[in-house]
């Protein structure tokens, strides 16, 4: 028996192998760890603590799950200048956020292609912080201080600072409120607050997340001992909401049945915002950012791929890479990424193909070990979180 | 875990039951663990041939796909169909939960396997098991 991780794998191993601050807590608890994009990071936690892929993933749907997802990065621009810096970098209208809101964009290349997605948040009049991947956090940073420059505004690469864990699930709002003074109903989805965090003052509280859940991600301080013993005080709040500490094979199934980009997968240097179906975030109403001419230019000559929703109707799994080909087996497009769906129980992908055979209902083949598996075009997202009243 | 002594173990965590000429395979606790959870086993049909140290199916686990190899050579006998419905099984009995039985085409290939005991010092190297 051999193993291939399926997602983990995007970079060549980088020299340096990261560390968060909580990575002696996931080893104590026993994680299987791995690398992602260049950091050590658990995918899952053992069986003997309820935990695993899916059960991590069947908690955030039904209760609550903790991640370590400090391998985020932060970049902060603060200034006169600043709302002027982010509206020119990125492809939605941070001039719509009040002071406290988020909003998810992306970096683009002048070519209307991906430097990565990001959420910008609006922290005070003229401060901005923009939360970015793990895998190009470097080339992130280099590129919003190389395009702001015309900018009065201070860029500074925050990612060290923080130690970031993310709370998710339905019952993510009740277990966080037993930890802060912030009144957490008040706070919606995608705004943000600062509050006492387990006596922690003035701690950045924000209602995100990649899991297509409710939920929030809270950036506290990065030393070791403040991150175990938050992530500790966390973990026992949750007991009663049957929260787990969940790894990135969660992560990944979450975001996937929730149709939430990954970069290097669904999006990248060589995808355009049309083809990636992200128009409703990229505002061409701006008169002006980095990418929105090709993007013009793109729109008026039309798309020839664009991303699906593939649901598996014979035997198999589509995994990331796999091709994708028409009914006569003809090869027209690839699976960006593929998994079983725990909450769903059924094999999914999100793929790129023609648009010609993109319309819900449309039969592909999913080209696994040689075989073409059927698949049919399905509407998106996979998996839309019930509506709470309130 | 304990890995029973009546059987033989790879290197690549399969394990091979002998009883006479005929021999189930499976996979080991260490590799279900190293999966997680497992969602999908594929392996030949009846009269399939094997050959001793070539993959034979594939196995599934949400993250990870992983090949089988056989352990020794052999025609495939039987193949157990209620990992096809409910491969989770693999995950709470692995050594109860036999994949494939076979005919042994040379019983003297289990030799060169690893004993339970060598098995069990070969992971706790591999994995810190």
């Known amino acids: 028996m051999s193993s291939v991780e399926t997602t983990a794998h995007e970079k060549p191993a980088p020299p340096v192998i990261r560390k968060t601050a909580l990575n002696a807590i996931h080893r104590q608890m026993g994680a299987k760890m791995v690398e992602f994009n260049g950091w050590e990071m658990p995918v899952e936690y053992p069986a003997s603590i309820g935990c695993g892929i899916i059960n991590e993933h069947l908690a955030v749907r039904t209760g609550a799950g903790i991640f370590d997802v400090s391998h985020m990065g932060d970049i902060r621009l603060a200034g006169p200048q600043a709302l002027a810096a982010v509206q020119h970098i990125s492809m939605n209208d941070a001039s719509k956020l009040a002071i406290h809101q988020a909003q998810y964009s992306a970096l683009l290349y002048p070519q209307g292609t991906f430097v990565d997605d990001v959420i910008v948040h609006r922290l005070a009049e003229d401060e901005y912080l923009l939360v970015i991947n793990a895998g190009t956090r470097e080339k992130d940073f280099s590129w919003v201080r190389d395009n702001t420059r015309q900018f009065d505004c201070d860029v500074e690469n925050l990612s060290d600072d923080f130690t970031q864990i993310a709370i998710q699930g339905p019952k993510a709002v009740n277990l966080l409120q037993k930890l802060t003074d912030a009144d957490l109903n008040q706070v919606k989805f995608y705004w943000v607050t600062r509050g006492t965090l387990c006596g922690l003052k003035n701690i950045l509280l924000g209602r995100t997340g990649y899991t297509a859940e409710d939920g929030f991600e809270v950036y506290i301080p990065s030393d070791e001992e403040t991150s175990a013993r938050i992530w500790n005080e966390i973990l026992a709040a949750g007991k009663e909401f049957g929260a787990v500490p969940c790894g990135l094979g969660a992560r990944n199934t979450l975001r996937l049945e929730g149709k939430l980009p990954l970069y290097g997968h669904e999006i990248s240097d060589t995808i355009n915002v049309w083809e990636a179906g992200l128009d409703r975030f990229c505002k061409m109403e701006k008169p002006e950012f980095i990418g929105r001419d090709a993007l013009e230019k793109a729109k008026a000559a039309g798309i020839k791929r664009t991303l699906v929703g593939l649901e598996m109707v014979e035997r198999g799994i589509a995994r990331d890479d796999y091709k994708v080909q028409d009914e006569s087996g003809r090869e027209i497009g690839y699976v960006t990424s593929g998994s079983p769906a725990p909450f769903l129980k059924k094999n999914i992908a999100l793929a790129y193909v023609p648009v010609e055979h993109s319309a819900v209902g449309s039969k592909v083949k999913v080209v696994i070990r040689g075989q073409g598996a059927g698949a049919v075009v399905v509407p998106t997202p996979f998996y839309r979180r019930p509506k709470k009243s309130g | ?129």
């Open chain 2, 1 to 129: 875990m304990a890995y029973p002594t009546d059987r033989k173990y790879t290197k690549e965590h399969e394990w091979i039951q002998a009883n006479g000429s005929s021999a189930s395979i499976g996979i080991t606790d260490y590799a279900q663990q190293s999966l997680g959870d497992i969602v999908f086993v594929e392996v030949p049909k009846v009269g399939a041939e094997l050959a001793a140290g070539k993959t034979f199916g594939t196995v599934e686990s949400v993250k990870a796909v992983s090949d089988l190899f056989a352990p020794a050579s052999g025609t495939v006998t039987d193949v157990n169909g209620d990992l096809a419905t409910a491969p989770e099984k693999v995950n709470k009995d692995p050594h109860g939960s036999w994949m494939v039985k076979i005919t042994l085409t040379n019983p003297g290939e289990l030799d060169g396997l690893l004993s339970a005991a060598d098995y069990e010092k070969f992971v706790a190297e591999e994995g810190g098991h």
